[in-house]
């Protein structure tokens, strides 16, 4: 699972890591909608660097950004949208890249331009059934899905052949984040790790 933070104070990014990693959270991406995103993002690499948690920057839509968030030393590259170039700057430096699609087209295209996994977003226009659709021409193909993921379509959207899912704000909403509930984040986290689980098990 990749916990998707999105907050109007970078300030909450390091608290709320720690509560989705207490969750059992390993893989946390932090959108570059978030204000002063990059210098945020470098303070939680090297604040969060003795933790088995992977940094990642969401919302890249331009290989300047992917550049400048490498150096910031982030794990792992999301966007909603496919851009070879982009996909190349990644693979330049040994990181792994998550593009965006949603046509069959698209997935193939940003598979062959080396993707490690392709986000389906937004996840909740086609829903479960279109992830199973994929998987069919596709099934090499590792896909997620980011957007409407919520505890009654992510055990849904594994099932029908996800390699993970991209959670948002059911797990660190806004309203969490302003009343500093941590404790609920965790809570949260373990809840949806626990359906994923189930989910794969199934």
């Not at 190349?88 to 080396?114: F, H, S």
């Not at 090499?140 to 899905?145: E, H, K, L, S, T």
Request: aromatic fraction near 6%.
């Amino acid at each position: 699972m990749v916990a998707v933070i999105r907050t109007e104070n970078p300030d909450d990014i390091i608290n709320i890591s720690h509560a989705l990693y207490h969750g059992g959270v390993q893989f946390i991406e932090i959108t570059m909608t978030i204000p002063g995103a990059l210098p945020a993002i470098e303070k939680a690499v090297k604040a969060l660097a003795h933790d088995d948690i992977y940094i990642g920057v969401g919302t890249v839509l331009d290989t300047e950004t992917t550049r400048l968030a490498i150096i910031a030393g982030v794990d792992f590259v999301v966007s909603p949208v496919c851009r070879p170039e982009m996909i190349t700057m990644c693979k330049r430096y040994d990181v792994a890249v998550m593009p965006g699609a949603m046509t069959p087209t698209e997935v193939l295209t940003a598979w062959e331009a080396g993707a490690d996994v392709v986000k389906i977003f937004p996840g909740g226009v086609g829903g479960s059934q279109f992830f199973k659709d994929l998987k069919g021409p596709f099934p090499y193909i590792d896909i997620m899905p980011t957007g409407s993921v919520n505890r009654e379509t992510a055990p849904k959207f594994i099932s029908a052949g996800a390699c993970a899912v991209g959670v948002g704000g059911e797990l660190a909403g806004k309203s969490l984040i302003a009343e500093k509930k941590y404790a609920t984040i965790t809570k949260n986290a373990r809840d949806f790790i626990e359906i994923v689980k189930n989910s794969r098990n199934a």
